[in-house]
């Protein structure tokens, strides 16, 4: 959305720093995200899969169709970044911001279609009872965190364009002034983001809303940082950037930035942990057992079920010569 709005600028003759920024420095930008991105990405499917292939398997199934749709959107983002890195500044004005609203649009409805998925994860809503996959779809957390990520990721890019635009020597520092101006405009929507922090809490069912609230120590602690870095970068975008209209130099730019990952990183965090001890809400543990099996489990032990059976059981821990007997049984293992 800033490479848009920047490229509108520039093609409307509204900014001269901005043609100097699209013709060269925006290629910056489409690569740190492009990079990162990968990184991230292939990182995250790497870590799941083997920490909780039950749960992702789960997902898959009620959800194939969906992550197809944001497999398309995502292939669009792609094709239409690697164009605009590759062939921009051949295109003309009206081709060039055609292919980066595109650029912007599929990344945006790629967050859509994924938060859609991972905010069922802690609220499956109605869904437990219909069943129906829009009911999963569009639950209780969807939209308030849709909306929330869709703020950040606004502020983030600002705030990465003014550490990238006072890094370019191209620019005069009237030039970085307008610029940064300019950019700053993208961390307005910071006004609403306790409106939605509130709506996303007020959201979640109330066992779990505990946790944040005092409950875990680690949870109301990230949250803090979250919600105190936010306040940071907030009130400096708010009142210093746009009210007062402050020059951001290189260090300022870069504190924000590192202040800002800092509230995304408690946030995240916050995010995964609120749903402990599910990974599905009321329908899958942390440690791949549904539910329904627990009172079996407690009965039994979890070694009738267990995939990799302990072998040679003469090499295990014993009591009086004999093999420990809860470790036999599994009984360690689930127990009230």
């Given amino acids: 959305m800033l490479l848009c709005y920047l490229q509108w600028l520039a093609m409307t003759g509204r900014s001269q720093p901005a043609r100097i920024f699209m ?9 740190i995200s492009f990079v990162t991105g990968a990184l991230t990405g292939v990182g995250m499917w790497f870590t799941s899969i083997p920490v909780s292939p039950v749960t992702v398997g789960q997902m898959i199934d009620e959800f194939h169709w969906l992550w197809a749709v944001e497999w398309t959107f995502f292939c669009l983002e792609v094709v239409a970044g690697y164009a605009a890195f590759k062939y921009g500044h051949r295109l003309t004005d009206g081709a060039r911001l055609t292919l980066l609203v ?7 409805m790629s967050l859509f279609w994924i938060d859609g998925i991972l905010s ?5 809503g109605a869904w437990r009872e219909s069943r129906p996959i829009w009911d999963a779809f569009f639950n209780p957390t969807f939209l308030p ?6 703020v950040a990721a606004l502020v983030v890019a600002s705030l990465v364009a003014m550490v990238l635009v006072n890094m370019a020597p191209a620019f005069s520092r009237e030039q970085r002034e307008e610029l940064v101006r300019r950019a700053a405009w993208l961390t307005a929507p910071m006004a609403l983001m306790p409106l939605l922090g509130v ?7 109330p066992d779990t809303r505990e946790w944040i609230l005092g409950g875990s120590v680690a949870m109301t602690l990230m949250v803090n940082i979250a919600v105190g870095a936010s306040a940071v970068v907030g009130i400096y975008a708010l009142v210093g950037l746009l009210r007062n209209k402050l020059h951001v130099n290189g260090a300022t730019a870069v504190v924000l930035c590192l202040i800002a990952f800092a509230a995304t990183a408690g946030g995240e965090f916050v995010r995964e942990e609120v749903r402990k001890p599910y990974t599905l809400r009321e329908l899958l543990y942390s440690n791949s057992i549904r539910p329904e099996q627990v009172a079996a489990l407690r009965e039994r032990g979890l070694s009738e079920i267990d995939p990799y059976p302990l072998l040679n059981e003469d090499e295990l821990p014993k009591v009086d010569g004999k093999p420990h007997p809860f470790l036999r049984t599994g009984g360690l293992v689930v127990r009230e």
């Fill in 23 to 31: 013709d060269g420095y925006f290629r910056y930008l489409v690569l």
């Fill in 102 to 108: 595109l650029y912007s649009f599929a990344a945006w």
């Fill in 120 to 124: 069922f994860q802690l609220t499956p």
């Fill in 145 to 150: 965190s849709t909306l929330y990520r869709t």
């Fill in 199 to 205: 709506w996303f809490v007020a959201a979640m069912p």
